[in-house]
């Protein structure tokens, strides 16, 4: 199957164009101003901007979590993403305490089985951190499970402590991996919420008053002073205070491997929604929860000025009105499930709130929400760019196009969203995986099961490496 796409705006990272882009099978074969060659079919992009597809490096699909499970599986929460304009993501599997590292992958391989439809990858959780993982480390690397996620927050359930966080920094640091660091200090954190629940604080909004910004940026920094300890990168996620955020800056002017990812919600959505009515707040109850409007004005300056490299969603939808969802917190704010839905609104939230609004270029749109992950995480240039040779994943995305983003229309598998009636500027019209048209007409025309798993590079490609990657090895 061939595709032609022609007279649309194409928009990498660096460039911007008219032109055409002809796709032969899975992958890009040319571009050109005017590509005179015959094709099986022929999209029209005049007017729209041609893109790369979506990449989207932080979702928690059929996860287990807090005593429920993230109500997205691999079928409805791909095809979702694909809605977005979203073609690959890169999903975290779970080490169960006293199992290898193999059977989560095991484990999150048969998630998917059947039913990602589009491609997927996998960053490992590590709960434990031994002799027998730091050596697994190595063969996950080899299976292209290249990054590995380690908890500062939630003791007993995922937290791991320094010396352990060093150990897996050094292990990463010989195998070309990247850690990827939940940073805020669980310990206070539970202390916080402990005193809270005493003085009988039940409401949602204490969730975030018991996570405060410094305790964000404290674990940022010992992340990063951890990680430089071990002369490793480090990757920051879902980064939402302006304090955490300082902390990155300042460890990257002192010319610090350090990499960060900030999500829509930090961007759009603040504290005020905790205090909705009634248990409405149970919504926005994410860790790290929501901050006070005034920081979001940094969090795009870091955007802008690349101290935030990366813009995912970390997806990890639970319902509002289900009794395995939101509502196992009724009474109690520390036992609403964390994580909120985003998987499908990410493209579209950040060219409204980011280009449309003149905070962002089209490039670095292009950049933070494909790009850059793709090069971060060992999928360049496979994926996140529209070359000769790279995989065919392409989004035709209309910027004069407007929707409402509602649960009665989205295709999440969940019963709110927390963008609920907003206006966004800017449609993924048509969406093509792999060469293959699977968005089109505002339909699914994929396949479950057609997504493939990503194995991905163990080292930072087209990135700048200001360390001394040898003194490792
Ligand atoms: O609240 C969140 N973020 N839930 C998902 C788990 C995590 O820490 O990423
Ligand atoms: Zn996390
Ligand atoms: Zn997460």
């Known amino acids: ?29 040319s571009i050109g101003t005017s590509l005179d060659v015959a094709a099986d079919r022929t999209l029209d992009a005049t007017g729209k901007l041609v893109i790369p597809g979506g990449i989207d490096v932080h979702t928690h699909l059929d996860m287990p979590f807090g005593g429920s499970s993230s109500v997205d599986d691999f079928q409805t929460g791909t095809i979702a993403a694909a809605f977005g ?25 048969e998630k998917a089985r059947g039913k990602a439809a589009i491609d997927y990858g996998f960053h490992m959780i590590m709960r434990e951190v031994d002799d027998a993982i730091l050596k697994e480390m190595g063969a996950m690397v080899d299976l292209g499970v290249t990054s590995f996620k380690l908890f500062m927050a939630y003791p007993g359930v995922f937290f791991i402590d320094d010396g352990a966080i060093f150990k897996a920094m050094q292990r990463s640091g010989e195998i070309g991996a990247t850690i990827c660091m939940h940073a805020e200090n669980g ?35 010992r992340a990063i002073a ?16 302006a ?115 003149g905070r962002i270029s089209v490039n670095r749109w292009v950049e933070l929400t494909s790009a850059s992950p793709a090069k971060i995480f060992g999928m360049f240039p496979k994926k996140g760019t529209l070359a000769p040779g ?7 995305f ?49 396949r479950p099961g057609r997504g493939q798993f990503m194995q991905r590079d163990s080292r930072f490609v087209g990135e700048e490496l200001p360390w001394d990657t040898t003194s490792n090895t």
């Open 390 to 396: 790279s995989d065919a994943d392409i989004v035709i």
């Open 187 to 221: 310990l206070v954190i539970d202390a916080l919420v402990e005193q809270a629940l005493k003085q009988g604080h039940t409401e949602p909004r204490y969730h975030a008053l018991t996570r405060p910004p410094r305790a964000e940026a404290e674990a940022t920094h």
């Open 243 to 357: 304090e955490a955020l300082a902390e990155l800056t300042a460890a990257r002017d002192r010319g610090l491997p350090a990499f960060a990812e900030t999500c829509p919600q930090y961007l759009f959505l603040d504290y005020t929604n905790y205090t909705e009515p009634g248990f409405e707040g149970a919504k926005y109850v994410m860790s790290p929860p929501l901050r006070d409007k005034s920081g979001q004005d940094e969090l795009w300056r870091g955007l802008r000025g690349n101290d935030l490299q990366a813009i995912s969603t970390d997806h990890c939808p639970f319902c509002f009105n289900d009794a395995g969802g939101k509502l196992l917190g009724r009474g109690d704010f520390s036992k609403i499930p964390n994580g909120a839905p985003g998987i499908e609104t990410r493209m579209a939230l950040v060219f409204d709130g980011g280009v449309a609004t």
């Open 1 to 29: 199957m061939s595709l032609l796409i022609k007279g649309g705006t194409i928009v990498t990272a660096s460039d911007t164009y008219v032109g055409d882009l002809y796709v032969d099978g899975e992958t890009i074969h």
């Open 226 to 241: 951890l990680a430089e300890m071990a002369n490793v990168p480090v990757y920051i996620v879902h980064l939402s205070a």
């Open 85 to 109: 304009g979203t073609t690959s993501i890169v999903d975290f599997a779970i080490q169960e305490f006293g199992n290898p590292l193999q059977q989560a992958y095991d484990t999150w391989q």
């Open 398 to 446: 209309d910027p004069n196009g407007e929707s409402v983003i509602s649960a009665s229309s989205h295709h999440m598998n969940v019963d709110y969203n927390p963008y609920e009636g907003r206006r966004v500027r800017g449609i993924s019209e048509t969406v093509i995986s792999r060469g293959e048209v699977i968005i089109e007409g505002g339909s699914f025309l994929g």
